[in-house]
């Protein structure tokens, strides 16, 4: 497989990752009981375990190195942290809807910051650009 054939996959499955997510927060932030659905408590996972390891292959074929030779590679990784951290808290860890619509919009913000630290291959993200 070539590496625009993995890097097209894994931001194809960053682009679902980020829809199913949205979907579950849609359901989450009234109550966390609304998601039932099967596929929408196993799909996301499987989804998000396909991304991690399109990345990590797409790390080894450019010899890039998180917390070694790639600052926005490092960023992409203590962003994916706070991402999955704040995630639990918008579906399922959130006290209050209040708290669950909050850790919702900083997850959607999480994942802005490391769409951008992607495109501009810089911890500095959208600011990199401009």
Not at 29 to 38: C, E, Q, Y
Not at 40 to 57: E, F, M, R, S
Request: charged share 10%; hydrophobic share 55%.
């Amino acid at each position: 497989m070539s590496y625009m054939a993995i890097k097209h996959a894994h931001m194809m499955f960053a682009l679902i990752s980020i829809t199913l997510f949205i979907l579950r927060a849609w359901l989450a932030v009234p109550s966390p009981a609304r998601i039932k659905s099967k596929f929408l408590k196993v799909a996301p996972h499987i989804v998000d375990t396909l991304l991690l390891a399109l990345g990590i292959w797409l790390a080894v074929l450019s010899s890039q190195i998180p917390f070694g030779n790639s600052p926005w590679l490092t960023a992409k990784v203590i962003g994916l942290v706070l991402y999955i951290v704040v995630g639990t808290i918008a579906i399922k860890r959130g006290k209050t809807r209040g708290q669950r619509l909050i850790a919702t919009l900083a997850s959607i913000a999480i994942f802005t910051y490391i769409y951008g630290a992607a495109v501009s291959k810089s911890p500095l993200s959208w600011l990199a650009l401009s």
